[in-house]
């Protein structure tokens, strides 16, 4: 199980960060920023400590926002290579980016120039968003000259910072209501060279059907015309939690409209009863009863137990896609893990799980967890 990120933000990073504004600014009281970042730091979660030290740098840069931004900027370490391979690095610039969002929105044109370099070290997304609350059209404004950029992670905060449902962040209302503004930046970026950035499309167009899901097929469908691959990638995991819900229309602009034609047998759940922390193996047969090859796409759905003893709307989990030949048989394993997760807490009791296969629903039985 990865470490949790906040192991790796401890009394360290303060210190660094002052290193890093003392290099650039001798005056600068590093010790004292420290002293005070860290006051109460260890009951504090990730986020907290982010915050804490953004409210630490205004008490200690200049007061004049402008003067004490270029500082903060000059700062800031080379650029990010990839988007991959940095682990916990850039999270050194989480205070830098709550500086911009509290301190920086009277002055726009500095706090733009600021978040187009910090993310390129870290990510501007959670920071542009107070600008985009405020200052609407001025920020969308500059996101379409930066759709243009040579840069793919100033590309990728195009996509990224007006998304309606971004996690860890505040919804942005104004977008849940008329993401349309979103739409048209994400049709400048739906053909990106970087999956780092295609991948934030997907993402975007995935928060917006979940307002607005006729809009996000209108989209998609328009998309499939004269589609590579990459974009019919795009497409499909931007449509995967109307797939998830099994909605018609998604599954036909997949491919999968059609009615199943299959028998399911031999379902087994191994071992029938498990403890908390173990794992069951949920198998069974699919039968073709066609005599034409059968385009499927496979989902099942555990009914997780909650505290009070009743059951779940179900959670769905991808398991395949795969084309069955005419009179054929395919045998599908699949793991479900109740090992301990931050996401969601399991409890004992009779779970029940069906298959979906292609939207319609095939009931497999249940297993039982106890503690």
């Known amino acids: 199980m990865a470490e949790p990120l906040i192991n790796q933000y401890g009394p360290e990073i303060p210190r660094q960060i002052a290193a890093q504004i003392k290099a650039v600014a001798s005056e600068f009281q590093d010790q004292a920023f420290i002293d005070s970042a860290l006051a109460g730091y260890e009951k504090l979660d990730l986020m907290a400590r982010g915050k804490q030290l953004a409210k630490t740098l205004h008490a200690y840069l200049p007061p004049n926002y402008e003067e004490a931004i270029d500082l903060l900027v000059a700062s800031m370490g080379p650029r990010l290579e990839r988007d991959m391979g940095n682990g916990m690095a850039p999270f050194i610039y989480l205070p830098h980016s709550f500086y911009i969002a509290n301190y920086g929105l009277n002055h726009f044109e500095a706090s733009m120039q600021a978040i187009y370099q910090l993310t390129k070290r870290f990510t501007g997304e959670f920071c542009i968003r107070p600008f985009l609350e405020q200052h609407t059209q001025a920020t969308l404004e500059r996101l379409h000259l930066w759709a243009d950029d040579d840069c793919h992670y100033v590309r990728r905060l195009v996509s990224e910072g007006p998304r309606p449902r971004l996690p860890w962040a505040s919804h942005l209302q104004v977008f849940k209501e008329n993401p349309t503004p979103v739409l048209e930046l994400l049709e400048k970026l739906k053909d990106d060279p970087e999956l780092y950035v295609r991948r934030s499309v997907a993402n975007n167009l995935n928060d917006i059907g979940k307002d607005h899901p006729s809009l996000l097929l209108a989209t998609t469908k328009s998309w499939l015309k004269n589609a590579d691959a990459n974009r019919q990638w795009l497409i ?11 909605h018609p229309q998604a ?4 491919g999968y409209g059609q009615t199943p034609q299959v028998e399911v047998t031999q379902v087994s759940f191994t071992p029938k009863s498990i403890k908390l922390g ?4 949920l198998s069974f047969e699919l039968l073709s009863a066609s005599k034409e090859p059968q385009k499927l796409l496979i989902d099942f759905c555990v009914y997780f137990v909650k505290a009070n003893g009743t059951t779940s709307s179900g959670k769905v989990f991808k398991l395949k896609t795969l084309t069955l030949a005419a009179n054929s048989s395919e045998l599908l394993k699949k793991n479900i893990s109740f090992a301990k997760i931050n996401t969601r ?3 004992p009791g009779e779970h029940q799980v069906e298959l979906l296969i292609n939207g319609k629903s095939y009931p497999l039985g249940s297993f039982l967890v106890t503690s």
């Open 345 to 347: 807490k399991h409890y």
């Open 251 to 254: 599954l036909e602009q997949l």
């Open 278 to 281: 173990e794992t069951v193996e």
């Open 236 to 246: 499909r995991h931007a449509l995967r939690s109307l797939v998830k819900q099994s």
